[in-house]
């Protein structure tokens, strides 16, 4: 064997991002949106925070491997303690604020957190559940507001103020754990994904490249995607890495506070779920602010629909790039940025799509019979999916071993993949739709009736039927002052999908359900349907 020959065997750690934030790029700034305006600060001094944060923590006792939580907004405190903790070698455990209350006192026992760091307008909700929180010694408020009722309260400025601006980090293995988050599961209760240091430094290097997001130093990156949500899909340390400005919204995620900050702070790039950039594109077409800052906003969460990024590509000149990935996948998978020299039906083909899949990334489908089905662009399977930043199992839960099939992470997306590896989601395995032996895509007719001008949202759903098992139910929110029949769905879908996809009843609701991170929330919507509290109005005359 020979040695001597080969590269330092140099740990892949978050220490990496730290210094390179201190030692590369210290003019580089971030930029907190707060009620009175923003505050900023360049990476030099955020840097000098984080060690005296780091200082404080380790006064307080924090040790190698414990759990530290967050449960805060996007903000320049948020990140320093998204430095601090993983680089002292804690684990940052980012707990979901939208979550339900008991979800989230499973979380931080599950978790065993000992400190919780929270913003200051977050304390109402956080006070009433924190007496149930039993490992945590202390609450940590960033911000000058109310503590509220929470017990062993430390300010956050006061906890770092006395502290050294520089600490002994020590040395860390990429295999040691950094970061911790939990699904927001639709059954049992939320499963905890660990991130190591490797996979988070390997999957921040694959953010910044070309064909995934795309950062640059130069660039300004707005990350509407809370850091609560997935770290942020990997912006934080991806900016920090290659010396990307980063613009923090905090709570203000409306369309209006979101167009004046990319406006006055040139926002290069931005991300988000899908309601964020349909409540900006509504919010745009009739206030018009310059967005022409803007080169691209990347799109996840859920599937972007197609009529969507037209709308902001024809009328705005922005261009969305549709990403696609899990809180087990760090959550980078796929990124729809479509081969050079198409025709235009083509180009928003492969913009339509949940793209193509990332270097390090392995991917597969399986079908019903457990066959590997071929990469032809019609074959469909469950995709699996496999790689240096995506999970292997569970944190502290055997119930999930279901979810991992032979060392791939089960996705529960139904795909077909194309011989360049683009991948096309057809549906979640739980939504498609079963009727009369064959398989109807929700997700491709939700995109057809938000095609429609007068459409703000759609979820389509499984409905009961004795004669084909099932048939899709269209849940429909009109935009403010239209008016719309079922009819006049059916004639807009009629010429775009097949005759035996065509609903037969239309549900005009007033909105669709949430998930915590502002996916359609189906399963409210079937609970509804079973209860009888949808009403609906059927096509007089069904194709």
Known sequence: MLEGLVQHDFPLNLQHVLGRMRGVFGDSEVVTLNGDGTTRAKYSEVCQRVDRLANALDSLGVKEGDRVATFGWNSQRHLEAYLAIPCMGAVLHTLNIRLFPDQLIYIANHAEDRIVFVDDVLVPVLEKMAGEFETVEHFVVMGDGDCGSLPNVIRYEELIADQPSTFDWPELQDNQAAGLAYTSGTTG??????????????????????????????????????????????????????????????????????????????????????????????????????????????????????????????????????????????????????????????????????????????????????????????????????????????????????????????????????????????????????????????????GELMAHPDVAEAAVIAKPDERWQERPLACVVCREGASLSAEDLIEHLRPRVAKWWLPDEISFIDEVPKTSVGKFDKKVLRKRLEAGELESEPVSQPA
């Open 189 to 446: 209760n939320p499963k905890g994904v660990l991130y190591s240091h490797r996979s988070q430094l390997l999957h921040a290097f694959g953010t910044c490249l070309a064909d995934a997001m795309g950062l640059q130093a130069f660039d300004r990156v707005l990350p509407v995607v809370p850091m609560f949500h997935v770290n942020a899909w990997g912006i934080p340390y991806a900016a920090g890495l290659i010396g990307s400005d980063l613009v923090m919204p905090m709570q203000f995620l409306q369309a209006e506070p979101l167009a004046k900050l990319i406006e006055e702070e040139r926002v290069t790039i931005a991300a988000g779920v899908p309601t964020v950039w349909l409540d900006l594109l509504n919010y745009a077409d009739e206030h018009k602010p310059d967005l022409s800052s803007i080169r691209t906003v990347i799109g996840g969460g859920s599937a972007v629909p197609l009529a969507l990024m037209q709308a902001f590509q024809e009328r705005h000149g922005i261009t969305i790039t549709q990403a696609w990935g899990m809180t087990e996948m760090s959550p980078l998978g796929t990124v729809a940025r479509p081969p050079a020299g198409l025709e235009e039906d083509e180009h928003w083909r492969y913009r339509d799509s949940a793209g193509r899949i990332m270097p390090l990334v392995e991917a597969r489908l399986i079908t019903g019979d457990g066959e590997e089905a071929p990469w032809d662009g019609t074959s469909t399977g469950e995709l699996e999916v496999r790689g240096p930043w995506i999970a292997s199992g569970y944190y502290e839960d055997p119930t999930g071993r279901d979810k991992f099939h032979d060392g791939w992470l089960r996705t529960g997306d139904i795909a077909s993949i194309d011989s360049q590896g683009f991948v096309k989601i057809t549906d979640r395995a739980k939504d498609v739709i079963k009727s009369g032996g064959e398989w109807i895509s929700s997700v491709e007719l939700e």
